[in-house]
């Protein structure tokens, strides 16, 4: 199965200066990934392993004082994750990204109709606001909310709504679920699994793997330890696994 979208020897350092002194931190190490298309594949791994960091190598947005090298590849093009050239046509048309705070997604000063209708103005959107909420479960009234009016899980789907504006083929979702109680939770998987099933390459960061293993919706999974990719596997292999560190995300880790 050809990927849509294939990251190789993504390496990330980061940099800082302490008592007049440059120190440095590499938090990638030549990591590869890849998504598929129709399938949603999950990136987990402990807490600062670098997740996050590898959706921002996959944007090509690395946060400031980070050094990202490698090499993104999409169907028809390959972009260096530490350079600007290439990524503006890529970043909300190829590549979807909602970021792990759904704060950061929309500004408090409009409603969330108005800024809607904007990102389906820059992307060239051949679909309305209204339209896209519907492809994510909310009702036509919440165009009319502020921000700060929207429920956490109707904010983390506004937040998928805004990153399906330009029919990506991939959609990156930071944390999909967090701060969402199972229900809410489950109903997220499901929202990501038919878009899976439309077709889209879906990769979800996540570290919660009991609302993961409830939904039952993730084909593969990566999992990183220390700013390496340490396994690619399913979710139902993790239960089997040899590697406690791998185990440890199974549905019924033995410390459970
Ligand atoms: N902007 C930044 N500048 C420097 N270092 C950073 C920056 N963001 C993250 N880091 C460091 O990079 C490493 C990986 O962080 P990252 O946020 O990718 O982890 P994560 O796996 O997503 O963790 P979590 O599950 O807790 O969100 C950590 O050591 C973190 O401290």
Redesign the pocket.
Known sequence: MNAALAATAVTAT?AWQHRGRREQ?T?LEAADLAVHAGAVHALI?E????????ARALIGLP????TMTGTVHLADRALQVGERRGWGQVRGHQIGYVP?STATSFTAAHTLGRQLQQVCDVLGADRTPVELLAAVDLPVNALELYPHELSGGMGQRAAIAAALAGRPQVLIAD?PTSALDPELAEHTWKLLAALAGDGCAVLA?T?DMTALHAAGVVDEVTV?RAGQVLARTTPAALDTAADPYLAAFGKEPAWQ
């Open positions: 980061a931190l938090v791994g807490s600062g392993c670098g997740k996050s960091m590898m946060p400031p004082a980070v792990q944390e960061i570290h990183m």
